[in-house]
């Protein structure tokens, strides 16, 4: 085949490809040519390749088990989800089937289910007078049987005769245990002080959003803010979430345990049901929120209440006054001056404006290093990683120095692991730049 | 049929199962009606396929375990709701997607939202899937796509959701889910195309 052939080819393959992506009707002459097809050119091989292995992403890699062989390892999470959805089904339990916090997500889900499983079983264990099951037999557990640290199997034992004691009768139905703190959910979130908050710490008092997004969680309830938006969060009941200033969204899911109250522009709002609302707070005054599903209860400053839908916005943005944008030579201007004058910040800042409104111009992509530069030197290495790795991505003539800057960037952060991938990804790029021997020098120590 | 082919054929996979899924149907009414028994079965039916879900949706394998965990109780409570209509596993497995997803995006831990997104925020290793032809990982192209072009592109060619559910399941109208699977097919075109031109070699190692 000669390449003016093969060329045409490719382009069919491309067209054929894209046109059963869209769900367009191919002819069986056209099916058969693109599942026969074998690309020739390498950019064609490459990309045969990225479809196919992202038609098998999430198949079990070789050496893993296998379905049919995983069985007995699915055993507990099996009997688990079982048991936690059948307990929800005969008590009309509210089952919680959000995750917990990150911190204790990890080994929740099997001991965690069984052991609210066996709780229940314990409840119905000593109310067989009034509860029975779906079938008509007494409950199938008897607590004897609970066995709260490990899954239960308990249900496909014979019915046991009740065994209610006086001590027993005081269980009580369980019950998720409803929230009593904020907690950081995700993202950035910095303390009064300016100091980070961890994943997942309670929280409380004033707090503000760092570089990216965070967010705040309280149960199931989150508040997700962008950055530089501030909160105040009161632990004193009902556990109130006042914003300050910013934007954002609110979300309550379709199960709720424990009602977050939001404060904004005096307003309050109960997050008592699911619901979905952006809010664009201006001040403590004025604000914007927009209920883009479910519905809320809101309570103005003057007490009176009414329920807001779907679709339904109270407040309105804040009238905005145009800004005038200087060109892009003059901010890069202003940026090269501030850093030869040793202002940090304020090269960052004018940078920043620079890539913000003129993202597309070489000049903004050229920005990218220096203004990393700027972050590491501020000690903020989080922002600065972010771009030189977006310059490395886009490639350029300062690719090197990125690539220099990112290991400085990850060596701040403290990923070694990373940093050791990063540096010998530097040395087999990049053999005889200048800074290979410190980089070879760190590796063999 | 070659291996690409077999590929593509799974990644337009809709509905292949010929059977009037009588005997799925009563497992799900069964499961759904309190029978543990058959929920057992019922979720033992659905693993392999929720796991699948997950995986594809989430790179990272702790997360994606925890986001099968919930995806299973969802998809289990949702049982009575299976009408035999389709075949048990498209069901699920759109179950199971709607569960992921929304999984995914509160934690901010998926394929969904960018590796480079989280690597400021969180310390876990994401896998990358380096191929033989690519140049780059399989993620670093995926990471490359706009959010919604990523979440389109995921549905559409790793789970093979049709784009009438990918609508669904994203809230988005059916042209949208069109022009953002052209679009990031495009995309993805293109940086492959430069990064070969380039004669970038695949330096990074799956971890």
């Given at each position: ?20 992506a ?37 198949d ?39 995750p ?14 069984a ?94 959003v ?15 803010f ?20 910013g934007?954002g ?27 979905k609302?952006h ?14 599903s ?87 290495p ?11 991505r886009?490639?350029g ?8 800057g ?16 990063a ?16 980089y ?6 | ?42 979720v ?85 899937t ?37 609508a ?5 109208p ?21 990064d ?12």
């Amino acid at each position: 085949m000669n390449n003016n052939a093969a060329d045409f080819d490719e382009a069919r393959w491309r067209r054929l490809s894209d046109a059963e992506a869209s769900e367009e009707q191919l002819s069986d002459t056209d099916r058969d040519f693109l599942y026969n097809f074998s690309p020739r050119s390498d950019a064609a091989k490459a990309e045969a390749q990225f479809f196919a292995a992202l038609a098998s992403l999430g198949d079990s890699q070789p050496g893993e088990a296998q379905p049919g062989d995983e069985e007995p390892a699915n055993s507990p999470l099996v009997h688990a989800t079982v048991q936690h959805v059948l307990a929800a089904q005969r008590n009309e339990v509210v089952a919680d089937i959000s995750p917990p916090p990150a911190k204790t997500r990890r080994r929740w889900a099997v001991p965690g289910l069984a052991a609210a499983a066996a709780a229940v079983a314990l409840w119905l264990g000593v109310s067989t007078d009034q509860a029975t099951t779906s079938d008509g037999q007494a409950p199938a557990m008897a607590v004897n049987d609970v066995e709260p640290a490990a899954p239960s199997t308990a249900d496909q034992a014979p019915a046991p005769a009740p065994t209610t004691t006086a001590a027993a009768v005081d269980v009580a139905p369980p019950q998720p245990a409803a929230p009593t703190h904020f907690s950081v959910e995700s993202g950035s979130l910095l303390d009064a002080s300016g100091a980070t908050l961890q994943a997942n710490a309670i929280v409380s008092g004033s707090v503000q959003v760092g570089e990216q997004l965070g967010c705040v969680g309280f149960g199931d309830s989150t508040a997700c803010f962008e950055s530089g938006a501030r909160f105040e969060l009161s632990d004193d009941s009902p556990q109130t979430l006042v914003v300050v200033e910013g934007r954002g969204v609110i979300e309550s899911p379709e199960i709720t345990v424990g009602v977050m109250q939001v404060e904004i522009a005096g307003d309050h709002y109960t997050m008592s049901s699911p619901v979905k609302m952006h809010a664009t707070v201006h001040s403590r005054k004025a604000a914007k929120v927009e209920i883009v599903s479910g519905q809320v209860e809101v309570r103005d400053a003057d007490g009176q209440t009414r329920t807001l839908k779907a679709g339904e916005i109270r407040g309105r943005d804040k009238v905005q006054r145009p800004v005038v944008v200087p060109d892009a030579k003059t901010l890069l201007g202003r940026a090269q001056a501030s850093s030869s004058a040793g202002d940090r910040r304020a090269a960052i800042s004018h940078y920043e404006k620079l890539l913000r409104h003129y993202p597309d111009l070489p000049m903004s992509k050229a920005a990218l290093v220096p203004l990393a530069e700027k972050y590491l030197e501020i000690g903020k290495p989080g922002p600065a990683l972010r771009h030189f790795e977006r310059y490395i991505r886009l490639g350029g003539v300062a690719a090197q120095e990125a690539h220099n800057g990112r290991i400085r960037a990850l060596d701040a952060l403290g990923r070694k692991a990373k940093k050791q991938e990063a540096i010998e990804a530097f040395l087999e790029r990049y053999p005889s730049s200048p800074y290979a021997a410190k980089y070879r020098a760190s590796l063999s120590k | 049929m070659n291996a690409l082919a077999i590929a593509y054929r799974e990644s337009s996979v809709t509905d292949s199962r010929p059977s009037p899924h009588q005997d799925d149907l009563a497992l799900a009414a069964a499961a759904g009606s309190g029978d543990s028994a058959a929920a057992e079965r019922f979720v033992r039916r659905a693993i392999p396929i929720v796991r699948r879900v997950s995986r594809a949706i989430i790179a990272d394998r702790t997360e994606s375990e925890d986001a099968l965990q919930l995806a299973l109780i969802e998809v289990l409570s949702a049982a009575r709701t299976y009408r035999g209509t389709g075949a048990f596993d498209h069901w699920v497995r759109k179950v199971a997607s709607r569960a992921v997803i929304r999984h995914a995006r509160k934690t901010r831990s998926s394929r969904i939202h960018s590796i480079e997104e989280q690597a400021d925020t969180r310390h876990t290793s994401m896998s990358t899937t380096m191929l033989e032809s690519l140049p780059r990982s399989l993620e670093h192209y995926l990471d490359e796509l706009p959010e919604n072009q990523r979440v389109a592109m995921l549905l559409r060619h790793a789970l093979g959701h049709t784009i009438a559910e990918i609508a669904e399941l994203t809230d988005a109208p059916v042209p949208t889910v069109l022009s953002r699977i052209k679009k990031a097919r495009q995309e993805l075109r293109r940086l492959i195309q430069r990064d070969v031109n380039l004669g970038v070699k695949p330096v990074a190692r799956t971890s």
